[in-house]
């Protein structure tokens, strides 16, 4: 089985509200779905959320009421996102069954206090597509804070310890340095634990409540810590997701999980 | 505190796919705002729901591989239905979160098996108004079926206790008899659950994977038993439900909770 995020800033344009993007979410559907391995599906909250999760900072937990208004509006606003992926995938006919972060976790200062994973199994073992995605969650020390993807990604890797893990993102992989200040950054093809922390790519400028691609590659250390392997592919370019679920060669890095 | 169920057949036209109330919804979200008292929200599935459930034959259970297909599409329609009873709710300043039962609960041959009440009792104690719904869900022996709106009136009645639990439907009440077939009945404006053992009213004749009038009074009968009070009141007349959960009077059919 693979776990598979599809970044908010490839399936929405993150600097307009509400702007999906449903060429690209269609044709990465029509990839799953010719892929045929069983997955779990993450996607992010892109413009459907962190522009309303900033304006209210949610992320910083309760503080004045003003702010339930907008958690409100954050979680339908995502499940409108949502609906769209769901909508598209099952065009392709994928089973896809939205779980909302929402409803089946807590969190505890940022970090999973109380999650059910037996509902996510269930729909596994019965052949659905389970599709769960960047959300507002309560938080027991907080009140409430942001359940991004990435987090999800984490959670669900250590659960399930997937073949792969993929994260689907706008750019071509993980670089030397940051591309887009750096003209001498290339492109790493793959790496381990210890390249990744001795990378130098920064958080790039782009304003955002989650943690950006320096907390990908935290993100990305941990899972590779559990020993899974991990591969960023960009999903704005034609098949690279498809030959990176069937296990064919195409651009991307690929982390080695750690040797246990 | 109250629980309200908004009945599939006021919020949608039940004939006609995918078709919503959206005046009647925003004029109910308008009253609940009014009346600005603590509860929690059930929505019928409606036509979001029923006819696909009935194509794809989700409450008799798994018997065939499209059924998933079926499943997938029934979840993904009842929330976008949900999606726009959130939008109503939320443009009145009522901070409403979606829950959608096949995210939080489990059945067993059409009865609860499992269900997470800590997610829901924290959204309320927090100052929200969950609002969950008629869905598809998993279920132990059935593999999966339907979780209907009445179904989660009774559950929620018995978890909460609540000082009323109110029908919002598209008739003036229960009467003595099928008001459709029968000119001579009478709307019934009180009843005890030994009135309602008596009641000659009818299935309608209106097909529905979810159990009708008959249901309707079934679920009433167990939640009177509960010791609580019920009101089933037309959604479809202006300012009802405001005066049913203001306290005031107005045409409805009021149930009386058995003295224990």
Redesign the interface.
Known sequence: MFIVKLGGSVITDKSKRYCFHVKTMTRLAYEIKKADIPLALVHGAGSYGHILAKEYQLNDGYNN?DQ??G???T??KV??L??LV??TL?EK????????P???L?LDDHRID?I?Y??ID??LK???TPVTFGDVA?DKTL??SICSGDLLMRVLAKHYKPKKAVFVVDVDGIYSANPKKNPDAVLLKSASVGDLENLTTAVDGHADVTEGMKGKINTIKMIAQLGIDTIVVNGNKKNRLYKVLVGEETICTYIHGMKK
């Open positions: 009421k339930l208004k958690f409100a509006l979680q339908a499940q409108e949502n609906s769901l909508s099952q006919k994928i089973s896809a069954i939205s779980l909302p929402h409803a089946f807590r109380e059910n037996s509902i269930n729909y019965k052949g659905f309560l009140s409430f």
